[in-house]
């Protein structure tokens, strides 16, 4: 079996509108303890990343602990956002509910669901290729990590994804038996 514990990151400064280089706030920076706690004792054998800043530095504390470079992987990264929207337009959860009511919407330059997905089942099978019967930690977001719940849980939507839009950082453990999830465990580490 492979064991992967998606970790997605810790709360982000949103006045930095830059999504690659999107820092922690101190509050996401002090939690990042919580990840480290928590994958203590999974016995991780490699801790990889999207490559944005917010993700990398979520798991980086538990990966210099361990002695582990975070290998950043270009496929794990978080829809690119239309330039016309952000997290603070008016009508930014209304352009959300829409993207997953129809996984091919978008509104101007901005990545689909469908895309976002595609491009991280993508990365997971390279990933589970690689590190077949390991344990890893892999730095994610909030969209990214709620498409990869989707494929393997179709009946994950719009309400699940608002249900843990304020979690950060939050944990999902998916289980493999070579490319076939078989289990899907959804972890709020704020809750012990």
């Not at 344990?135 to 994610?140: E, F, K």
């Not at 950060?168 to 998916?174: H, S």
Request: with cysteine; hydrophobic share 40%.
């Amino acid at each position: 079996m492979t064991n992967i514990y998606f970790v997605r990151h810790a709360e982000s400064d949103f006045s930095v509108h830059d999504g690659e280089t999107r820092p922690l706030t101190a509050k996401g920076r002090s939690d990042c303890r919580l990840v480290t706690e928590f994958l203590s004792d999974k016995g991780i054998d490699a801790v990889l990343s999207s490559p944005y800043k917010r993700a990398v530095d979520t798991v980086a504390d538990f990966a210099a602990q361990n002695n582990f470079e975070v290998v950043k992987i270009d496929g794990f990264r978080e829809r690119k956002s239309d330039s016309d929207w952000s997290r603070h337009h008016a009508h930014f959860f209304d352009f959300i509910k829409h993207q997953w009511a129809d996984f091919n919407y978008t509104h101007s330059d901005g990545e689909c669901l469908a895309d976002v997905q595609a491009r991280n089942i993508a990365a997971l099978n390279d990933v589970l290729a690689v590190y077949k019967n390991q344990n890893i930690a892999i730095g994610t977001h909030g969209t990214a990590l709620s498409t990869i719940i989707n494929h393997y849980e179709n009946t994950y939507g719009f309400e699940d994804f608002m249900e843990m839009v304020n979690i950060m950082p939050w944990v999902v453990k998916l289980v493999f038996v070579g490319n076939e999830c078989i289990e899907i465990q959804k972890i709020n580490i704020f809750n012990k």
